[in-house]
């Protein structure tokens, strides 16, 4: 079965520094997204891309988030200068293009910022 | 704008015994609605889905939830629990837009003891 991958599965940075989180998602999806959960708390949604643009936004997808679809497969998020509070869980996922079909979830990569 | 509800944090269920898991959403129409399960560690999997149709719906792993638009809940059951069901579980929320993002409960941790 076809699923969403992503890397590194964990990430340690220093604050200031920029990271690059990996996604691949299943490959006949059209629509992706970043979500990222901090510990103990809920999931959150931060942006949607199709047609290689971003679709949607949150209020936590500042100037400091952006993505990119560099190539035919991968979908990647950068944060470019990392803060304390950006430590959590970074989930992607994707889904197909008819109707509202159901996001399939990558495993996630935790990212902490020291 | 639409809203999740998960009114139990955490749920301790003796293995064999019922389950019930507890999900109010806020939004004007019907809503997509959809379980998420993370166990430690883990990505997002999901469970069951709700898009139309039959109010009772069949998930993977012996799961059902029931859609009562005049409660506006929809809730997760299952009828016998296994330890191996220890996680946490999510409800989630859709609008019926396009590439429209999940909005996410916070969450319901399942204990199971034996």
């Known amino acids: 079965e076809p699923e969403v991958t992503q890397t590194p599965s964990h990430q340690v940075t220093q604050m200031g520094q920029e990271v690059i989180l990996r996604c691949v998602p299943i490959?006949?999806?059209?629509?992706f997204y970043w979500y990222r959960q901090i510990l103990g708390q809920k999931v959150e949604f931060l942006v949607s891309?199709?047609?290689?643009?971003?679709?949607?936004k949150s209020e936590i997808f500042d100037d400091q988030f952006s993505v990119e679809r560099p190539d035919g497969s991968n979908f990647t998020l950068k944060i470019r200068s990392t803060k304390l509070e950006d430590s959590a869980m970074y989930f992607c996922?994707?889904?197909?293009?008819?109707?509202?079909?159901?996001?399939?979830f990558g495993p996630g990569t935790r990212l902490l910022v020291l | 704008a639409q809203s999740v509800t998960q009114p139990d944090i955490h749920i301790t269920v003796s293995e064999g015994a019922s389950l019930e898991l507890r999900c109010n959403y806020s939004?004007?129409?019907?809503?997509?609605l959809f379980w998420y399960v993370q166990s430690p560690g883990q990505g997002l999997q999901l469970l069951l889905k709700?898009?139309?149709?039959?109010?009772l719906v069949q998930g993977i792993k012996g799961f059902e939830a029931e859609f009562k638009r005049s409660q506006s809940s929809f809730n997760l059951r299952k009828p016998s629990v296994h330890w191996s069901d220890a996680a946490e579980y999510f409800c989630?929320?859709?609008?019926?837009?396009?590439?429209?993002?999940?909005?996410f409960g916070k969450g319901t941790t399942l204990s199971v003891s034996s």
């Open positions: 996922a994707s889904r197909g293009l008819a109707g509202v079909e159901t996001q399939y």
């Open positions: 490959s006949n999806h059209l629509y």
């Open positions: 891309f199709y047609n290689n643009e971003i679709s949607e």
């Open positions: 939004y004007g129409a019907t809503p997509y």
């Open positions: 709700y898009f139309s149709g039959d109010t």
């Open positions: 989630a929320v859709a609008t019926n837009q396009a590439g429209t993002a999940l909005i």
